[in-house]
């Protein structure tokens, strides 16, 4: 499985972003999908989750009520749209597949990362 992740920039604190994860490749369809992010010196965190068929999701408390995870099966697309976003979420953030869960170590497939700021 191949992941190619985009939509980061730069925002004002209050302001949303939508982030795009698109998979390719063998096994890609109805993998279960996350994200996750590492700001500058800190440890990969578990942002949120989501299943193959996409009815059961999970989120970091950090994160719910204010971000929201999808995906379109049948284009192989994972979203995260957030929104109030504060500056303690800039980070650089990753979407992984292969499994279902808060566990990185457990996701065989990472995409490249794409870096999310926001501003004060």
């Known amino acids: 499985v191949q992941l190619q992740a985009s939509g980061g920039g730069l925002v004002q604190a209050g302001g949303s972003l939508r982030l795009s994860c698109a998979a390719s490749?063998?096994?890609?369809?109805?993998?279960?999908m996350g994200w996750f992010r590492q700001a500058q010196g800190k440890e990969r965190e578990f942002v949120a989750t989501?299943?193959?068929?996409?009815?059961?999701?999970s989120y970091a408390d950090s994160v719910k009520g204010r971000f929201t995870i999808s995906r379109d099966i049948d284009r192989k697309t994972m979203t995260l749209q957030m929104n109030s976003l504060k500056p303690e979420d800039t980070a650089v953030y990753y979407c992984?597949?292969?499994?279902?869960?808060?566990?990185?170590?457990?996701?065989?497939?990472w995409g490249q990362g794409t870096q999310v700021t926001v501003s004060s």
């Open positions: 992984a597949a292969g499994r279902y869960g808060s566990n990185s170590d457990e996701y065989p497939y």
């Open positions: 490749g063998r096994d890609s369809y109805r993998t279960p």
């Open positions: 989501i299943s193959g068929n996409g009815v059961v999701t």
